[in-house]
């Protein structure tokens, strides 16, 4: 069964840090792209960070290069997303995906297969 299971969000202040967890089914983790996505109201869903499965790549959004950090554990199936020096822009609600296919373009939402339910960031100044 495919599943991707988010949790981990919540309200914190700037400057904070949070981490992302989203446990997957053994067949979605071996996806050959995961991603963290966010998404606020009236916004396209953005891409913000992948990581390839074997996890030798990984991909940022200029947005939180430096600060956000995307990870995978191999044993719990697990996908992660250490997101520090949390900015009120970062406020959304972020989304775990992965992708079947090779050649796709990582920001782009349409090339994933499989979404969870995702998980609220709200970030006060």
């Known amino acids: 069964q495919v599943q991707l299971v988010e949790s981990g969000g919540g309200s914190v202040q700037a400057g904070e840090s949070l981490t992302l967890s989203c446990a997957a089914s053994?067949?979605?983790?071996?996806?050959?792209?995961m991603a963290w996505f966010r998404q606020v109201p009236g916004k396209e869903r953005e891409g913000v960070a992948c990581i390839f499965i074997d996890a030798g790549r990984t991909f940022y959004a200029d947005s939180v290069k430096g600060r956000f950090t995307i990870s995978r554990d191999n044993a719990r199936y697990t996908l992660y997303l250490q997101m520090n020096n949390l900015k009120p822009e970062d406020t959304a609600m972020y989304y775990c995906?992965?992708?079947?296919?090779?050649?796709?373009?990582?920001?782009?939402?349409?090339?994933?297969?499989?979404w969870g339910q995702g998980t609220q960031v709200t970030v006060s100044s």
């Open positions: 053994v067949d979605t983790y071996r996806s050959n792209y």
């Open positions: 995906a992965a992708a079947r296919s090779w050649g796709v373009i990582w920001t782009d939402p349409k090339g994933y297969n499989y």
